[in-house]
């Protein structure tokens, strides 16, 4: 009995390792069918080509006012579909033969594509000149610490300009002067191109120094009139938000302010006086103004 039970064992374990061994060939045999079809696949599928241009880089750190010459630039391949706007390249060189040496009109880093709005015309400067369109002038305008937005205007930051005056207005029925305090709104969404202040390095990134004198693009229509406004009066400025357009007519007069009108501002302000003497004493006495 025992060797018919020590024989059975002996077959199941014989049976055991043929199925393990079986089972091993098949997977193995499974695996290997599957790493050949997925290397098949990967030799047949082939990536979509992908277009590029020969745009050009600054190979160095290149600084405001610097030439750029041919040794400063260099040409990389870019994604043709993701093209910076103004960008240089094969198509648009950035200089074509017999042209002169452009100029940066900002920093440009290494590997950074060179772009319009960072580089004059062949030539050119790196002046005002260069950031004035055709038909524009550049304006001087006073400002301080309260009129200039406290030092912080930069240029391409853009402002609105205010007038204040004091106006005489002469009344021709009653032969007497009107004097009255006004602002009002002369120029809006000009755009400030230079501005005379410089930084100080700090732990911040730069602190702006309070300028005297900012400079904007106008018309020569505009520039008449700021001339005129500063003549006659004070201007202040109010900065413009980036998505901000331009801003509605503006005035405010020193009767409305108060809340009044007009001819209660001068009503409210007439006064009428009679001078006595006494001995070497000039006696002022107030007195109903009487009616016109």
């Not at 000149?129 to 006073?142: F, K, V, W």
């Not at 207005?169 to 002067?177: N, S």
């Amino acid at each position: 009995m025992r060797n018919v039970f020590t024989l059975i064992l002996l077959v199941g374990i014989a049976l055991a390792g043929i199925a393990v061994y079986v089972v091993q060939n098949y997977v193995g045999a499974y695996q290997q069918a599957l790493a050949r079809a997925q290397s098949e696949a990967q030799k047949t599928v082939v990536a979509a080509p992908i277009e590029t241009v020969d745009v050009y880089v600054a190979v160095r750190n290149i600084r405001y006012g610097e030439e750029i010459t041919q040794e400063d630039v260099r040409t990389v391949k870019w994604p043709k579909d993701a093209l910076p706007e103004g960008v240089f390249s094969t198509e648009n060189p950035l200089y074509k033969e017999g042209d002169a040496l452009r100029v940066a009109l900002r920093g440009i880093d290494v590997n950074e594509a060179i772009l319009l709005n960072k580089v004059t015309e062949p030539g050119a400067t790196a002046g005002l000149i260069s950031q004035l369109e055709p038909g524009m002038r550049g304006y001087a305008l006073r400002i301080n610490a309260i009129t200039g937005v406290a030092g912080f205007l930069r240029p391409h930051d853009r402002v609105d300009i205010y007038w204040t005056a004091t106006p005489r207005v002469q009344d021709v029925d009653k032969d007497d002067q009107e004097i009255f305090q006004i602002t009002r709104l002369i120029e809006t969404g000009v755009k400030i191109i230079a501005v005379d202040q410089d930084y100080v390095a700090d732990d911040n990134g730069g602190a702006p120094r309070l300028a005297s004198t900012i400079v904007v693009a106008v018309t020569p229509t505009q520039a008449a009139t700021l001339t005129l406004a500063q003549s006659s009066g004070s201007l202040s400025t109010t900065l413009i938000g980036l998505d901000d357009e331009r801003t509605e007519m503006v005035e405010v007069s020193q009767h409305a302010l108060l809340g009044l009108s007009r001819d209660q501002e001068k009503t409210k302000a007439a006064t009428c006086s009679v001078k006595s003497r006494r001995g070497a004493e000039v006696v002022v006495t107030n007195i109903p103004c009487p009616e016109n």
